[in-house]
């Protein structure tokens, strides 16, 4: 790779609404300049939304902050990712299901690319750059939206597709009771609402023992709301890296995946 910009490399973070990206300083975790975004074509087939990160990109490589042409590209995609295959197709189309996302996202851009989970990116983005900065052991990246998503960081790395939303108790699925999007459907104010944080954090820290939890997506913003109520072993605390956190966690798992970076 060449020695122009080596610090910068292109993340995209591609959501069921948006396909987001940005230049990323990889010495900082921060965004050089502005993100870039484009509505998520639909129906978001594969040949369309390669196309619509090969708008984006080629946006971001027009700036003077952008990295060499030979440089990688990490993208986030709204699936579970085992060796850049899809085996989920959450917010996309289903014909994304079993496709190899990697060959196709490569295949358009001419260059190297590394797909990684949307939420695992966020969370390894977060461990690395935001709450969990410097933090050895496990550190557990909740995110509570429409459903719960989750990373899985050890010692600075990722142990990817960890579906901890998906943990099964008191009979249902976690995230049907402990979203953000369930307390709104069930109309619960902020007390009730932490009781259920309380079961369901209270059982992913009997699992795991993290050294920290860290919650993000846009309920994070009212962390205070319900955070002090919980009752954990870890500390647990709101994220930092907001918006950008897919995309600065696309970037790095690009980077670490080619060795620009550990």
């Known amino acids: 790779m060449s020695k122009k910009h080596s610090s910068h490399v292109i993340g995209i973070d591609i959501g069921g609404t948006g396909i987001k990206g940005g ?17 998520t074509p639909q129906p978001a087939t594969p040949q369309s939304v390669a196309k619509a990160v090969a708008e984006v990109v080629d946006e971001l490589m027009t700036r003077p902050e952008a990295p060499a042409a030979d440089s990688p590209v990490g993208i986030t995609f ?60 496990t550190v557990l990246v909740i995110t509570l939206g429409t459903g719960i998503g989750s990373a899985f960081i050890f010692n600075g790395k990722l142990v990817p597709n960890v579906e901890l939303g998906h943990l099964e108790i008191d009979g249902v699925d976690a995230e049907t009771k402990a979203s953000a999007v369930a307390r709104e459907r069930d109309g619960i104010d902020w007390d009730e609402y932490a ?67 550990k």
């Open 23 to 39: 230049i990323v300083d990889l010495g900082k975790g921060k965004l050089v300049g502005e993100r870039f975004r484009i509505d």
């Open 78 to 137: 709204p699936a579970i990712i085992s060796h850049g295959i899809a085996l989920s197709a959450a917010n996309v189309d289903k014909s994304w299901i079993n496709a190899d996302v990697d060959a196709i996202f490569t295949a358009e851009l001419g260059r190297r690319v590394e797909v990684v989970n949307d939420a695992d990116a966020a969370g390894l983005a977060e461990a690395r750059y935001g709450a969990g900065e410097d933090v050895d052991g």
């Open 195 to 261: 009781v259920r944080l309380q079961r369901y954090f209270s059982h992913v820290e009997f699992l795991f023992s993290p050294e920290l939890f860290i919650v993000g997506g846009g309920i994070s913003k009212r962390s205070e709301d319900f955070l002090p109520q919980l009752r954990l072993r870890a500390p647990i605390v709101p994220a930092k890296l907001k918006n950008d956190a897919g995309i600065v966690g696309g970037a790095l798992e690009a980077a670490i995946h080619f060795k620009l970076a």
